[in-house]
């Protein structure tokens, strides 16, 4: 069966901290690849998304995650995180074709002012 | 653009009673919409797939009767949770299609609450 796995469940880091929230698919075929973010309370916000093209995408907030797909991932990176970027983070995969989106378990990060 | 609004934003409601909650999509049209759910602490489960003018398609394990789907215009589907009880309290978000690329667009979810 398709999935998503996001390894880490749990992250903590200090400000000013370089931030890298693994995602791993299992789909052979070509896929789309989304991340989003979900601040305390609110609503699902697309931070980036990857149809073609330039593998490493550039999103909101100074994110930034890259495509390899030798290895079935589209990790998520950020240089330096802010008190604000606290927040659930969601990876998803849509094979290409297809609507349907397979979402992560999530990785919740903290970052400590 | 591709805007999604749900309604309401939050219900709280006892034992037994129906909610019906409403998804649009203010600024395109959208044949095929997507409800999801999300308990405290995980990521979104699909329930179903709403396309307009015909049945829901429902994910393993999601009872029909329950969560019962609408999608009477091409920028309005209805979820409505029968007979609720409080194991259905959550968090229900929905979504929908725009284009080719079949991206879809999420609204801010409506959080319920069964007392």
Aim: glycine share 8%; net charge positive.
């Amino acid at each position: 069966a398709q999935s998503v796995s996001q390894h880490n469940h749990h992250v903590i880091l200090s400000e000013a901290a370089s931030l890298e929230l693994g995602c791993n698919y299992s789909y052979g075929g070509t896929v789309n690849l989304f991340w989003y973010v979900q601040y305390p309370g609110q609503h699902l916000q697309l931070l980036l998304k990857y149809f073609s093209g330039d593998p490493l995408v550039k999103g909101i907030k100074g994110f930034e995650a890259e495509f390899i797909k030798s290895k079935f991932s589209f990790n998520l990176r950020k240089p330096s995180v802010q008190w604000s970027d606290t927040a659930e983070y969601f990876c998803a995969v849509k094979p290409s074709g297809t609507y349907k989106y397979i979402f992560g378990t999530g990785t919740r990060l903290k970052v400590l002012a | 653009g591709a805007v999604v609004s749900q309604h309401p934003s939050w219900v709280i409601c006892k034992s037994g009673t129906s909610v019906k909650i409403e998804c649009r999509s203010l600024d395109f049209q959208a044949t095929t919409m997507f409800w999801y759910r999300q308990f405290p602490k995980q990521s979104l489960m699909l329930m179903a797939t709403s396309n307009e003018g015909s049945k829901a398609t429902y994910e393993q394990g999601v009872e029909k009767d329950k969560f019962l789907i609408n999608h009477a215009s091409l920028t309005l589907s209805t979820l409505t949770v029968t007979s609720a009880h409080p194991e259905d309290s959550s968090f229900y978000i929905c979504s929908a299609i725009r284009d080719s690329n079949n991206e879809q667009f999420f609204g801010p979810g409506t959080r319920l609450t069964v007392l």
